[in-house]
């Protein structure tokens, strides 16, 4: 059984930072691309970056240069480092691997 599982959400303040876990379970995790999406109250799904087999990231511009991606394949995690974090990045925030998705961790922006 597929499960991934994401923590670390919270409230910061702008211009703060947090770190975003994903535990993934139930399939070889070092052949998947991983992924983090988020989803802002009111629009729709978008995908924030993602992280390949090999470790090679890619990102959304709208967090180019504040987030970071990266993955443990021993450990079978991801984690999305956001740092500089401004008011509009309030979203649920999703895992995502192949069709696979987690139940998301809120993040929230505010001061």
């Known amino acids: 059984q597929v499960q991934l599982v994401e923590s670390g959400g919270g409230l910061v303040q702008p211009g703060g930072s947090l770190r975003l876990s994903c535990a993934a379970s139930g399939f070889t995790f070092s052949s998947y691309t991983m992924r983090w999406h988020r989803q802002a109250p009111g629009k729709e799904r978008e995908l924030v970056g993602s992280?390949?087999?090999?470790?090679?990231?890619q990102y959304a511009d709208s967090v180019k240069g504040r987030f970071t991606i990266s993955r443990e394949n021993v450990k079978s995690t991801v984690t999305l480092q956001m740092n500089s974090l401004k008011p509009e990045d309030t979203a649920v925030y999703y895992c995502?691997?192949?069709?696979?998705w987690g139940q998301g961790t809120q993040v929230t922006v505010s001061s």
């Open positions: 995502n691997a192949h069709d696979w």
């Open positions: 992280i390949n087999w090999l470790g090679t990231p």
